[in-house]
């Protein structure tokens, strides 16, 4: 039943958008991730043909614990199914099951200066008082590169942090396709108006991060429970003033950022937002309603999660079909690529 609605889904696809994205199953997935990424995913899956993909192997940049990697690789397909992901809409699979990508990352990498991967702040970031740096960790923008050449993406979806990788990944496509003719399409990032980049409540002047989900009051984790969400957000580092208004004032941060998180979720304007507040009674009723929203939006999520976990037989089926899906196109690719790079002979083609 369901294979039948994806093969008339794919027969009009062409006429589509196509749609990449990734996620990391490292950490915990927390609300930055959910409205930075996968809300916009879910909402775009009608009218584009899209690829959603749990980057396993950007994960191993830093260590993993292996079963608690494989757990949360699960853990995370389980969460974006229960988000609204429709396996009759959009293809979800695994990165090492497409060993596609490892080898398209190969091939881009003895094309890819050094200079250009060493400038991305990301890398600037995670290596800055590291004793030993990864290769991996370098090369990390590379890999992503591959991931989203080899489905000739139209639209990338991702909060502000990974643009540069992004727009890295079209300076890469450019390059090879002046070197061995047209080849790659040329990707887009697709960053949201709101909601690209929700800050940390415990210090809303860094980004909300699944490295730092950990820490109490740093983020709201997908999988928390109402009390502790409520408790998070209480706690949420605000200012004194008072004033319930959007701001770019780093001073206005936290209100900000709460103010943002509302808007996301309830999909009203800025005017909107702020006429809500209009007669709040100070921080104490932004945060309570805040959380009443972040509460009332995650536990379909939870619940949905908990449903797919306790049978998971169906969740192991839906990403094998995924990978095969994702092979369907990333293979035939490949071959292209390593045909113009001289790697592959013509009428030797695997099949
Ligand atoms: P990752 O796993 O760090 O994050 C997944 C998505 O969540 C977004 N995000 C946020 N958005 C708003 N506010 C935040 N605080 C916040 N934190 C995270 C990220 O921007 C991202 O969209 N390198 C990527 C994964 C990747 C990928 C790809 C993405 C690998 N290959 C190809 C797109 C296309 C990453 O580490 O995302």
């Given at each position: 039943?369901?294979?039948?609605?994806?093969?008339?889904?794919?027969?009009?696809?062409?006429?589509?958008?196509?749609?990449?994205?990734?996620?990391?199953?490292?950490g915990?997935?927390?609300?930055?991730?959910?409205?930075?990424?996968?809300?916009?995913?879910?909402?775009g899956?009608?009218?584009?043909?899209?690829?959603?993909?749990i980057?396993?192997?950007?994960?191993?940049?830093?260590?993993?614990?292996?079963?608690?990697?494989?757990?949360?690789?699960?853990?995370?397909?389980?969460?974006?199914?229960?988000?609204?992901?429709?396996?009759?809409?959009?293809?979800?699979?695994?990165?090492?099951?497409?060993?596609?990508?490892?080898?398209?990352?190969?091939?881009?990498?003895?094309?890819?200066?050094?200079?250009?991967?060493?400038?991305?702040?990301?890398?600037?970031?995670?290596?800055?008082?590291q004793?030993?740096?990864?290769?991996?960790?370098?090369d990390?923008?590379?890999?992503m590169?591959?991931?989203?050449?080899?489905?000739?993406t139209?639209?990338?979806?991702?909060?502000?942090?990974?643009?540069?990788?992004?727009?890295?990944?079209?300076?890469?496509?450019?390059?090879?396709n002046?070197?061995?003719?047209?080849?790659?399409?040329?990707?887009?990032?697709?960053?949201?108006?709101?909601?690209?980049?929700?800050?940390g409540?415990?210090?809303?002047?860094?980004?909300?991060?699944?490295?730092?989900?950990?820490?109490?009051?740093?983020?709201?984790?997908?999988?928390?429970d109402?009390?502790?969400?409520?408790?998070?957000?209480?706690?949420?580092?605000?200012?004194?003033?008072?004033?319930?208004?959007?701001?770019?004032?780093?001073?206005?941060?936290?209100?900000?950022?709460?103010?943002?998180?509302?808007?996301v979720?309830?999909?009203?304007?800025?005017?909107?937002?702020?006429?809500?507040?209009?007669?709040?009674?100070?921080?104490?009723?932004?945060?309570?309603?805040v959380?009443?929203?972040?509460?009332?939006?995650?536990?379909?999520?939870?619940?949905?999660?908990?449903?797919?976990?306790?049978?998971?037989?169906?969740?192991?089926?839906?990403?094998?079909?995924?990978?095969?899906?994702?092979?369907?196109?990333?293979?035939?690719?490949?071959?292209?690529?390593?045909?113009?790079?001289?790697?592959?002979?013509?009428?030797?083609?695997?099949?």
């Amino acid at each position: 039943m369901m294979e039948d609605k994806f093969n008339a889904v794919s027969n009009t696809a062409k006429l589509k958008k196509r749609v990449f994205s990734g996620v990391q199953p490292s950490g915990d997935v927390q609300l930055g991730n959910y409205l930075g990424a996968f809300k916009q995913w879910v909402q775009g899956q009608q009218e584009k043909e899209n690829f959603f993909c749990i980057v396993d192997m950007h994960a191993l940049t830093v260590y993993q614990e292996p079963a608690k990697l494989l757990e949360q690789t699960k853990m995370l397909a389980a969460l974006l199914f229960a988000s609204g992901i429709d396996p009759n809409r959009s293809t979800l699979f695994v990165q090492s099951q497409v060993t596609a990508h490892a080898e398209a990352c190969w091939i881009l990498n003895c094309m890819t200066p050094i200079g250009w991967l060493e400038r991305m702040t990301q890398y600037k970031d995670k290596s800055l008082n590291q004793e030993r740096v990864s290769v991996g960790l370098l090369d990390y923008p590379v890999l992503m590169a591959g991931d989203i050449l080899l489905y000739d993406t139209n639209e990338v979806p991702v909060g502000e942090d990974q643009k540069q990788h992004v727009e890295l990944s079209r300076d890469i496509a450019q390059r090879f396709n002046r070197i061995y003719g047209d080849t790659f399409v040329i990707p887009e990032p697709v960053i949201p108006e709101v909601g690209a980049r929700i800050m940390g409540l415990d210090n809303p002047l860094i980004k909300m991060s699944k490295s730092h989900a950990h820490i109490k009051g740093h983020a709201i984790r997908l999988l928390d429970d109402d009390k502790e969400i409520e408790r998070t957000i209480k706690r949420a580092v605000t200012d004194s003033d008072n004033v319930i208004q959007f701001s770019r004032e780093p001073e206005k941060a936290g209100v900000n950022n709460l103010l943002g998180i509302y808007k996301v979720i309830t999909g009203r304007t800025i005017n909107q937002v702020e006429s809500d507040f209009q007669d709040a009674r100070g921080y104490g009723d932004l945060k309570a309603r805040v959380s009443e929203v972040v509460i009332e939006e995650l536990q379909p999520i939870k619940k949905k999660y908990s449903e797919i976990m306790d049978d998971s037989s169906e969740l192991d089926r839906l990403l094998i079909r995924g990978a095969e899906r994702a092979r369907s196109y990333a293979d035939p690719k490949l071959m292209d690529i390593k045909e113009r790079v001289g790697l592959v002979l013509p009428g030797n083609l695997v099949k």
